[in-house]
T-cell receptor, first 112, second 113 residues
């Protein structure tokens, strides 16, 4: 079945550091891929998405590229801020209108 | 402001008691969902409803029940049959089926002792 594996946290970085959170997936067909963010005490928000191979999703300075050859969708940001501290979830939806499969989440903490 | 409301934010219950978690949305969305979030795990789907008076089991429906009598409301009951009810519960809604973006509420943290 479909599954998502993302790097374990917590990840702690200094402000203005470069961020990468790895995400790989297993799926049949052509899934859609997502990154969600959960700020402290809140529900999840969709951060970015990509629906086909080589698509790049981007939002708020974050980017992720759908790489079918490596079945990956790594999240990157060139210069993180304290306000980026949150839990980040990689997720996929199968090629039909199937439910969303979430990764286990990666907690990110940014030091001033 | 349109959005999803979950109440209360924190809920405490004794083992053996049923408890109902509230979820209300004013986004005029047809579909609503309940997820469970445990530490170090992704969200797991409990139940979902794509239209009023209809709902389907998700991956972990055992020990839970729902109703969808109104478009705006999708309450979740955690019954005494749920073996490990302590968790963070998230409600979401979307315009249609799973192909549409889901919008999440702030969640309810349930502690059962």
């Amino acid at each position: 079945g479909n599954s998502v594996t993302q790097m374990e946290g917590p990840v702690t970085l200094s402000e203005e550091a470069f961020l990468t959170i790895n995400c790989t997936y297993t799926a049949t067909g052509y899934p859609s891929l997502f990154w969600y963010v959960q700020y402290p005490g809140e529900g999840l928000q969709l951060l970015l998405k990509a629906t086909k191979a080589d698509d790049k999703g981007s939002n708020k300075g974050f980017e992720a590229t759908y790489r079918k050859e490596t079945t990956s969708f790594h999240l990157e940001k060139g210069s993180v801020q304290v306000s980026d501290s949150a839990v980040y979830f990689c997720a996929l939806r199968g090629s039909s209108a199937s439910k969303i499969i979430f990764g286990s989440g990666t907690r990110l903490s940014i030091r001033p | 402001d349109g959005g999803i409301t979950q109440s209360p934010k924190y809920l405490f219950r004794k083992e053996g008691q049923n408890v109902t978690l509230s979820c209300e949305q004013n986004l005029n969305h047809d579909a609503m969902y309940w997820y469970r979030q445990d530490p170090g795990q992704g969200l797991r789907l409990i139940y979902y409803s794509q239209i009023v008076n209809d709902f389907q089991k998700g991956d972990i429906a055992e020990g839970y029940s729902v109703s969808r009598e109104k478009k705006e409301s999708f309450p979740l009951t955690v019954t005494s049959a749920q073996k490990n009810p302590t968790a963070f519960y998230l409600c979401a809604s979307s315009r249609g089926d799973f192909t549409y973006e889901q919008y999440f509420g702030p969640g309810t943290r349930l502690t059962v002792t």
